[in-house]
């Protein structure tokens, strides 16, 4: 690991003021990687295909509170990082801590937030997304993606499903808007006491004395995975995009930018 492990508190910002901290580390072979940060955001972002991760974390530290440690490392075979406070210390007011982690291709993502956003853009691995209240927005994910919150919204914008997976996007009472094209090829499970919205054919089923109340069906291009869709009170949109490029600039239309079968 390129630079020590982190601690702020008091001393290293007498101020209050923003502290900045950079660290990377070399991963095993297709090594998982867990991010559990109860003080804020999460931000994943592609990093390339050397097994290298990067993490960027900005710190707000009021002066007086107890310190934030940041010690990245291996638990139990996965790469985890997990900001915390000392034991039996609680977040002063104005305390957080936000991430940036460069995520190399090849290696699946658990990331867990309380109320922060969880964001992923041109992840190459499994993504699962963990919120106890906080919004989640994906983009060009080429892997599969479990993704989970309670009152925040779901975004999310779709590749080819790969080949006999089953992706779940669920809140309980935030809006999910997936937008997709013809070559997703997947069927899909939408579920919702609120309204669907959609530029694609439902077939709508109304579940009487249930939460959510009516289901509806509907497959996009060929059926070779499965997509489960459920907001238990938000509205559902299902939308057609058009020009949509992955982080790199290629359009989502070429071949070789949305061909992650995992046969």
Do not use: C
Request: no cysteine; hydrophobic share 35%.
């Amino acid at each position: 690991m390129t630079g020590s492990p982190a601690t702020v508190g008091p001393g290293a910002d007498q101020d209050g003021e923003l502290v900045r901290i950079d660290l990377e580390s070399l991963l095993e072979k297709n090594q998982r990687v867990v991010v559990d940060n109860p003080y804020g955001d999460v931000r994943l972002r592609f990093g390339g295909y050397e097994n290298r991760i990067e993490i960027h974390a900005v710190a707000q530290q009021p002066t007086g509170a107890a310190p934030i440690a940041l010690t990245p490392g291996a638990v139990d075979g996965s790469y985890r990082i997990a900001p915390r406070l000392p034991a039996d210390s609680l977040a002063a007011n104005g305390q957080r801590m936000d991430l940036v982690v460069f995520l190399p291709q090849g290696h699946a993502v658990d990331v867990r937030t309380e109320q922060g956003l969880i964001e992923s853009r041109g992840i190459r691995g499994d993504v699962t997304l963990n919120s106890t209240s906080g919004d989640i927005a994906l983009r060009g994910t080429q892997g599969a993606i479990q993704a989970r919150t309670g009152a925040g919204s779901i975004e999310a914008s779709l590749l080819k499903a790969p080949r006999n997976s089953r992706q779940t996007f669920a809140t309980s009472t935030g809006t999910i808007l997936l937008a997709v094209n013809d070559k997703l090829d997947a069927h899909l499970e939408l579920s919702t006491s609120a309204a669907f919205a959609t530029e694609y054919s439902l077939k709508v089923e109304q579940l009487t004395g249930k939460e959510p109340n009516k289901r509806a069906l509907a497959v996009v291009g060929d059926d070779e995975a499965g997509i489960v869709v459920t907001s238990l009170r938000g509205e559902i949109r299902l939308l057609r995009w058009r020009d949509f490029s992955l982080p790199d600039g290629r359009h989502v239309d070429d071949d070789d930018a949305i061909d992650n079968d995992s046969d």
